[in-house]
Nanobody, 118 residues
Framework: QVQLVESGGGLVQPGGSLRLSCVTS????????MSWYRQAPGKERELVAI????????NYADSVKGRFTISRDNTKNTMYLQMNSLKPEDTAVYYC???????????WGQGTQVTVSS
């Protein structure tokens, strides 16, 4: 059974930090490109950051470059998102996404809420 479980969200003041985790099971984590997406109320889901299966290549949305860092530990089947210098516009539900390229194997987590507010 495939599972992606996000954690680490919460309420933080502007300028603060959070670290999200996505713990996975039920598939070969090291073979999947992993991503973080987010969806704010009334907006479409958007890509935040993506990391290649081996972890060597990453890309970020312009809105989070220099503030967020995506990483993964293939020995723990876990992906992370370190979020620094948080802004109110970062408020959203954050989702992890697993994608085995060139296959139909694509999975979503259930999401974790991040709220940035004073």
């Amino acid at each position: 059974q495939v599972q992606l479980v996000e954690s680490g969200g919460g309420l933080v003041q502007p300028g603060g930090s959070l670290r999200l985790s996505c713990v996975t099971s039920g598939f070969t984590f090291s073979s999947y490109t992993m991503s973080w997406y987010r969806q704010a109320p009334g907006k479409e889901r958007e890509l935040v950051a993506i990391i290649a299966s081996a972890g060597g290549t990453t890309n970020y949305a312009d809105s989070v470059k220099g503030r967020f860092t995506i990483s993964r530990d293939n020995t723990k089947n876990t992906m992370y998102l370190q979020m620094n210098s948080l802004k109110p516009e970062d408020t959203a539900v954050y989702y992890c996404y697993a994608d085995r390229r060139f296959t139909r194997n694509k999975y979503w987590g259930q999401g974790t809420q991040v709220t940035v507010s004073s």
